[in-house]
């Protein structure tokens, strides 16, 4: 006792070996005694024997340590020595010696200006001090963890580098931001930790890093050391042009896939695909396909498959399944050689349970809010961000950031904005709080929409920011210097379910759903649109595309290839998702390969041709997007015909000379003679028709220049007359734009 009372204030020394003890950098590490005459150096190191200082100057030894208890705690004066200076710890165990650089004689490495944007709640770059960063302190390397967890008694890090001791690397406090930091110079990358945060009742649990960019697999769900290993992008040309392009009057067909199942390998068929082979496979498939965008469902970690990626806990990790980051680096830098745009699917709606996730991250409310009726979402059993909160703010601002600003996607689509729009969003009168003004709208996520959108199209010009909402709300793409939510686009959900319950009509029926191909334009311009038909329309029991479809294999087909023509010709942007451009017939399932052996019959090889042939011919058809925004770029020939259950209509590029005539017959019945009005005076050829028997189809086809003629029909002085084919969609061009092709 009486080497405690002379090194320690009274009952420090058994708090300390207790693990009770907060503000350790008080009492551990180089101090000044009290008479100012002295330093001493105090450490706890469990199992250590002998603990000596040495200077990291020359390498000498400067003093021994007393043992102060016989659990590792040692301390000692360092003779004369009045000024601090930098030291290594000989540490001999039983079996070994081994000689490490004390944590606690180092200053926090926060920046203040970091730490106050953070609070504030407008941090870009959040993970570049918090987490797990390699830095360099007073001329040795290390790892700076940090923490966020205002609430904790006491937080240590644990890991392999300290035999998951939570006595051993307990953090430092900072009140004011109620972050935690330490610097540890003995780790390695791709060494597992995790943080002990014990919360003022004095339970302690276990969580992994809310920053971590790089984690271990279910069940254990640690966090990683992240390596040193920098990339070299290729990639700056794009980049550089992506500034320039302009997105709303450019082609935009997107590709959706989840790299979990589009194409697995091994003996067994479970192996996951990896990047390597997603760029030899996935990459030159996409292009050969003539898709512009290829959009990844979420990719941050997720232990469970069956969410798809949808129910993230590593926000900041890449999942392991397909390979490191530097692995998913090379893969968009590949998709980028090759001219095609990568998107990514992003959940800031809601986070799950999981125990060593953020859920009551601190032993208290900290991510999520404290009354369920705000915190907890009903349908998917998942806890809702706390946007009023600042630091929560800074935290998924900053992930945005990072997976545009460190993996250079091209943009993001945020899944399920109209649950983070709506207070009442699926819940019953008495489960849910009004906002201050008594109404139901979230102001506080609003205000975070609105805040992302804006700094993230500032900070990377001509990126993508992509909502999914499913409701009428008002002004999701428009500016928000106008009161709008800023996203750049709208995925078109009206048009997906009314054109999806026509298809599934029989053709004796479709007249009298008629209003369901035809009502979309009303609203067509009301928002910025993606056409979207995604992995959420071929699950849990919706089945397939093609088994939507009532009647035979021929009819299901050739309706399914017109569908198509109709949506590559309506006004919007484009997005299929995987195995669609080929018919699958089955359901997606995520724990398997898409049904690639389907290629080998003909319909389904005829699909995958059509959607190939459409994408081509949409990228070089500026009618079919200059405009596609604009009022001006699409006009109504014939949306009456309800009788014969066909469609005609025109699209016009900013040149109005750039415009394709398109019939679309969504009735078996075959209609010789058919009179369609034409903009120009001059012949039209059919550059596509579904029922090419190259596709598929019957081969009703219109060989050679159709003949005008001055005879008015459909609100122009001009017309043709044309076969219009069974179940098929057909495009026309005035023959001097032949070329086009």
Same mark, same amino acid.
């Given at each position: 006792?009486?080497?405690?009372?002379?090194?320690?204030?009274?009952?420090?020394?058994?708090?300390?070996?207790?693990?009770?003890?907060?503000?350790?950098?008080?009492?551990l590490g180089m101090h000044s005694a009290k008479d100012g005459k002295a330093l001493i150096v105090r450490c706890f190191i469990p199992g250590a024997l002998a603990v000596d200082v040495i200077s990291a100057k020359d390498g000498r030894k400067v003093a021994s340590l007393e043992q102060v208890d016989e659990q590792g705690l040692f301390?000692?004066?360092?003779?004369?020595?009045?000024?601090?200076?930098?030291?290594?710890?000989?540490?001999?165990?039983? @079996?070994?010696?081994?000689?490490?650089?004390?944590?606690?004689?180092?200053?926090?490495?926060? =920046?203040?200006?970091?730490?106050?944007?953070?609070?504030?709640?407008?941090?870009?770059?959040?993970?570049?001090?918090?987490?797990?960063?390699?830095?360099?302190?007073?001329?040795?390397? !290390?790892?700076?963890?940090?923490?966020?967890?205002?609430?904790?008694?006491?937080?240590?890090?644990?890991?392999?580098?300290?035999?998951?001791?939570?006595?051993?690397?307990?953090?430092?406090?900072?009140?004011?931001?109620?972050?935690?930091?330490?610097?540890?110079?003995?780790?390695?990358?791709?060494?597992?930790?995790?943080?002990?945060?014990?919360?003022?009742?004095?339970?302690?649990?276990?969580?992994?890093?809310?920053? &971590?960019?790089? #984690?271990?697999?279910?069940?254990?769900?640690?966090?990683?050391?992240?390596?040193?290993?920098?990339?070299?992008?290729?990639?700056?040309?794009?980049?550089?042009?992506?500034?320039?392009?302009?997105?709303?009057?450019?082609?935009?067909?997107?590709?959706?896939?989840?790299?979990?199942?589009?194409?697995?390998? %091994?003996?067994?068929?479970?192996?996951?695909?990896?990047?390597?082979?997603?760029?030899?496979?996935?990459?030159?498939?996409?292009?050969? #396909?003539?898709?512009?965008?290829?959009?990844?469902?979420?990719?941050?970690?997720?232990?469970?498959?069956?969410?798809?990626?949808?129910?993230?806990?590593?926000?900041?990790?890449?999942?392991?399944?397909?390979?490191?980051?530097?692995?998913?680096?090379?893969?968009?830098?590949?998709?980028?050689?090759?001219?095609?745009?990568?998107?990514?699917?992003?959940?800031?709606?809601?986070?799950?349970?999981?125990?060593?996730?953020?859920?009551?991250?601190? %032993?208290?409310?900290?991510?999520?809010?404290?009354?369920?009726?705000?915190?907890?979402?009903?349908?998917?059993?998942?806890?809702?961000?706390?946007?009023?909160?600042?630091?929560?703010?800074?935290?998924? $601002?900053?992930?945005?950031?990072?997976?545009?600003?460190?993996?250079?996607?091209?943009?993001?689509?945020?899944?399920?904005?109209?649950?983070? @729009?709506?207070?009442?969003?699926?819940?019953? &009168?008495?489960?849910?709080?009004?906002?201050?003004?008594?109404?139901?709208? =979230?102001?506080?996520?609003?205000?975070? @929409?609105?805040?992302?959108?804006?700094?993230?199209?500032?900070?990377?010009?001509?990126?993508?920011?992509?909502?999914?909402?499913?409701?009428?709300?008002? !002004?999701?793409?428009?500016?928000?210097?106008?009161?709008?939510?800023?996203?750049?686009?709208?995925?078109?959900?009206?048009? #997906? =379910?009314?054109?999806?319950?026509?298809?599934?009509?029989?053709?004796?029926?479709?007249?009298?759903?008629?209003?369901?191909?035809?009502?979309?334009?009303?609203?067509?311009?009301?928002? *910025?649109?993606?056409?979207?038909?995604?992995?959420?329309?071929?699950?849990?029991?919706?089945?397939?595309?093609?088994?939507?479809?009532? !009647?035979?294999?021929? *009819?299901?087909?050739?309706?399914?290839?017109?569908?198509?023509?109709? #949506?590559?010709?309506?006004?919007?942007?484009?997005?299929?998702?995987?195995?669609?451009?080929?018919?699958?017939?089955?359901?997606?399932?995520?724990?398997?390969?898409?049904?690639?052996?389907?290629?080998?019959?003909?319909?389904?090889?005829?699909?995958?041709?059509?959607?190939?042939?459409?994408?081509?011919?949409?990228?070089?058809?500026?009618?079919?997007?200059?405009?596609?925004?604009?009022?001006?770029?699409?006009?109504?020939?014939?949306?009456?015909?309800?009788?014969?259950?066909?469609?005609?209509?025109?699209?016009?590029?900013?040149?109005?000379?750039?415009?394709?005539?398109?019939?679309?017959?969504?009735?078996?019945?075959?209609? *010789?003679?058919?009179?369609?009005?034409?903009?120009?005076?001059?012949?039209?050829?059919?550059?596509?028709?579904?029922?090419?028997?190259?596709?598929?189809?019957?081969?009703?086809?219109?060989?050679?220049?159709?003949?005008?003629?001055?005879?008015?029909?459909?609100?122009?002085?001009?017309? $043709?007359?044309?076969?219009?084919?069974?179940?098929?969609?057909?495009?026309?061009?005035?023959?001097?734009?032949?070329?086009?092709?």
């Amino acid at each position: 006792m009486t080497i405690a009372k002379t090194y320690f204030e009274q009952g420090s020394d058994k708090a300390l070996i207790n693990g009770d003890y907060t503000d350790v950098f008080s009492v551990l590490g180089m101090h000044s005694a009290k008479d100012g005459k002295a330093l001493i150096v105090r450490c706890f190191i469990p199992g250590a024997l002998a603990v000596d200082v040495i200077s990291a100057k020359d390498g000498r030894k400067v003093a021994s340590l007393e043992q102060v208890d016989e659990q590792g705690l040692f301390a000692g004066k360092m003779g004369r020595r009045v000024n601090p200076f930098a030291y290594t710890l000989n540490v001999k165990y039983p @079996l070994c010696e081994q000689t490490v650089t004390d944590p606690y004689q180092f200053d926090s490495l926060l =920046n203040p200006q970091d730490v106050y944007l953070f609070s504030e709640g407008s941090q870009l770059q959040a993970y570049g001090f918090q987490g797990a960063n390699w830095r360099e302190h007073s001329g040795v390397k !290390g790892i700076h963890f940090c923490v966020w967890a205002p609430n904790a008694k006491k937080v240590a890090v644990i890991g392999d580098f300290n035999v998951w001791d939570p006595k051993r690397h307990v953090m430092r406090f900072h009140p004011a931001s109620g972050l935690w930091d330490i610097f540890i110079v003995e780790v390695d990358a791709e060494q597992h930790y995790k943080f002990a945060i014990t919360d003022v009742y004095g339970n302690t649990v276990v969580k992994s890093d809310p920053y &971590a960019v790089s #984690m271990q697999p279910s069940p254990h769900n640690a966090s990683k050391i992240p390596t040193e290993e920098d990339f070299q992008w290729r990639d700056s040309d794009w980049l550089n042009q992506r500034v320039l392009r302009k997105s709303h009057s450019q082609p935009m067909s997107i590709y959706e896939v989840q790299l979990a199942s589009w194409r697995r390998t %091994g003996d067994d068929g479970q192996s996951y695909t990896d990047y390597d082979q997603l760029i030899s496979e996935l990459v030159p498939y996409v292009k050969e #396909m003539g898709f512009t965008h290829l959009q990844l469902m979420p990719i941050s970690e997720y232990p469970f498959d069956g969410s798809w990626g949808y129910q993230p806990v590593g926000l900041y990790a890449p999942t392991y399944r397909f390979g490191d980051a530097n692995g998913l680096k090379a893969f968009i830098d590949a998709c980028h050689q090759q001219d095609i745009a990568v998107l990514l699917d992003w959940v800031p709606a809601h986070f799950p349970k999981d125990p060593h996730g953020l859920v009551r991250f601190d %032993g208290s409310q900290l991510y999520e809010h404290q009354d369920p009726r705000k915190g907890e979402h009903p349908d998917w059993d998942t806890l809702i961000y706390n946007y009023g909160r600042a630091e929560v703010r800074s935290f998924l $601002i900053s992930n945005a950031h990072y997976w545009l600003n460190e993996f250079h996607f091209d943009g993001l689509r945020l899944d399920a904005v109209s649950s983070m @729009l709506y207070l009442d969003y699926s819940r019953n &009168a008495d489960q849910w709080i009004p906002n201050e003004f008594g109404g139901r709208e =979230n102001l506080q996520a609003i205000h975070f @929409l609105q805040e992302l959108n804006a700094r993230m199209y500032q900070c990377f010009p001509g990126i993508n920011m992509i909502a999914e909402e499913s409701t009428a709300w008002p !002004g999701v793409t428009q500016a928000t210097d106008h009161n709008g939510l800023g996203f750049g686009f709208k995925w078109n959900m009206g048009w #997906m =379910n009314d054109t999806l319950r026509y298809i599934s009509c029989d053709p004796l029926y479709r007249r009298y759903h008629h209003g369901e191909l035809t009502f979309s334009l009303v609203y067509a311009y009301t928002e *910025q649109f993606i056409l979207s038909l995604s992995h959420d329309e071929v699950v849990h029991g919706k089945g397939s595309l093609l088994h939507k479809i009532p !009647g035979d294999d021929w *009819q299901k087909f050739a309706t399914l290839r017109a569908y198509y023509g109709f #949506m590559w010709s309506h006004p919007g942007k484009k997005l299929l998702f995987m195995g669609n451009e080929f018919a699958q017939r089955n359901e997606w399932n995520h724990n398997q390969s898409l049904d690639w052996h389907l290629l080998d019959y003909a319909p389904h090889q005829g699909i995958q041709d059509w959607v190939r042939d459409l994408n081509q011919f949409y990228q070089h058809t500026p009618a079919l997007y200059e405009c596609d925004h604009q009022s001006e770029g699409f006009a109504w020939l014939d949306c009456h015909n309800a009788d014969n259950n066909i469609l005609v209509f025109c699209r016009y590029g900013e040149d109005k000379q750039q415009h394709v005539v398109v019939v679309v017959n969504m009735s078996p019945q075959v209609h *010789q003679g058919f009179r369609v009005g034409v903009p120009n005076s001059e012949n039209y050829i059919e550059v596509l028709n579904s029922d090419h028997d190259h596709y598929g189809g019957s081969h009703v086809v219109n060989d050679g220049p159709c003949a005008v003629s001055a005879t008015q029909w459909q609100g122009m002085d001009n017309s $043709i007359v044309i076969t219009v084919p069974p179940l098929g969609c057909a495009f026309f061009i005035p023959e001097s734009l032949d070329d086009i092709e």
